[in-house]
């Protein structure tokens, strides 16, 4: 492919399942289905349970009655974190330069290690996927090309081939673009699908065909670097800058339907904890706290407050989460999920000093944010949880 840069996209196959089938070794081989929560969705599938055909997002319910002999287990997002870390570590000792996409899948520039492994790039791309298999049992499909989107579209087709590896050409790649349909490729969702085909561009290929003054005009700039990308033009770099989050989110349905108040608090406080946890881990603070509440009718209650000093404590962010709560919530509803969200996030170099702060109430709190933080580094997340009190009615009496 010449000396233009040279881009994979490292994806982990059927991810949420490999981890379960890795910490539990009598899973592989077998149909295992990994579903949201207890009354959840499919989200992920093992090869034997596609070929049952067991869907993508399948409720629960209906994929046991269809197909009763696949395995179906609950999500556990933590083992899956830990694991996409493991495999990040691999990439990263492989190549200086790792971009890591989703928990799942990560962009490696593997421009000029043929000459440092002493391999072409086909055989660097195999030992790769064979790295990361023998340290961290995780199998994974490699796609090679020389921009981002030709990678991506390269990781997908690799699923389908016996080596798990595949590349694009740029130079020789008109009859993959004809073969590919505009909703395949990368960041083209319902919208722009629409859009390109009421415009008569049906296949990738017909998008590069497209002057980059209509797709100024009809999509923007993203148009643009698409139709490059498509050729082969190293548009996205891939970099190692880590981009700081402006807002957290944590959401998660219930698992129940449920009006129990008590209940929705304590799933409120595991979303509380781990976006302060984060917070902490990236140096930031918030100073815009929220709660969002769905309903078992999918309506979306939400509230939040601008707080004069950022915090990214849970004990004072609960407090304000629990008081927002309190204008949103009604005994009389079923919900179905719940959510904070953190906005306003400054970092630490950004943070202003205030006049009245409490010196030793914030060593405290910094000291007791750091003693749990260690505990879950070294026992596993949730190892401390935090609680909440009624606060006293105020009576006459």
């Known amino acids: 492919m010449g000396k ?6 490292v994806d982990c196959d059927s991810f949420f399942v490999s981890c379960e089938q890795k910490m539990n070794p009598e899973l592989k081989g077998k149909p295992v289905s990994v579903i949201s929560n207890r009354e959840g969705c ?12 067991v869907r993508m997002g399948e409720p629960l ?18 083992l899956y974190s830990k694991v996409s870390s493991e495999v990040m570590t691999v990439l990263r000792d492989f190549s200086p330069v790792v971009d890591v996409y989703s928990v799942d899948e990560a962009f490696v520039d593997f421009t000029g290690l043929s000459k440092l492994y002493k391999m072409d790039y086909p055989q660097l791309a195999s030992f790769l996927r064979d790295k990361i298999k023998q340290e961290t049992d995780i199998t994974v499909s490699i796609g090679l090309s020389t921009s981002k989107t030709l990678a991506k579209l390269a990781s997908d087709k690799a699923k389908n081939t016996p080596n798990g590896v595949y590349i694009i050409n740029p130079e020789h790649s008109n009859e993959e673009l004809h073969k590919t349909k505009i909703e395949e ?4 969702g319902r919208n722009l699908t629409r859009l390109f085909h009421q415009s008569g561009i049906i296949n990738a290929y017909e998008l590069t065909q497209k002057s980059d003054a209509w797709l100024d005009k009809k999509v923007g700039i993203r148009g643009r670097e698409m139709k490059h990308e498509l050729l082969g033009e190293y548009v996205s770099s891939v970099t190692n800058e880590i981009k ?14 449920t009006s129990d108040i008590n209940y929705i608090k304590n799933e409120l406080n595991r979303h509380i904890h781990r976006s302060c946890a984060k917070l902490r881990e990236i140096g930031a603070k918030s100073n815009v706290l929220g709660v969002m509440l769905r309903t078992k009718d999918f309506k979306v209650y939400a509230n939040k407050k601008t707080i004069e000093r950022p915090t990214c404590y849970e004990w004072e962010v609960s407090d304000i989460i629990f008081d927002l709560l309190d ?16 906005e306003g996030i400054t970092y630490d170099c950004g943070e202003q000093l205030f006049l ?8 405290k709190n ?25 606060r006293p009615e105020i009576t006459d009496n």
Request: net charge positive; glycine share 6%.
């Open 185 to 188: 490729i990368w960041g083209i």
């Open 61 to 78: 319910f209906m994929a046991k009655k269809e197909h009763p002999k696949s395995i179906y287990i609950v999500a556990n997002h933590d």
């Open 4 to 9: 233009k840069k040279i881009v994979a996209l």
């Open 356 to 363: 009245f702060s409490n010196e030793i109430v914030d060593n």
């Open 244 to 257: 700081l989050p402006k807002s957290i989110q944590n959401t998660k349905a219930l698992g129940i339907f």
């Open 327 to 342: 204008t949103i919530y009604s005994p009389e509803i079923l919900y179905r999920s719940s959510g904070v969200f953190l």
């Open 366 to 390: 910094d000291k007791l944010a750091k003693c749990i933080d260690k505990l879950e580094n070294k026992f596993g997340k949730d190892i401390v949880k935090t609680g909440f009190t009624r």
């Open 42 to 53: 499919v989200i992920s599938r093992s090869r034997e349970a596609k070929k049952m055909g």
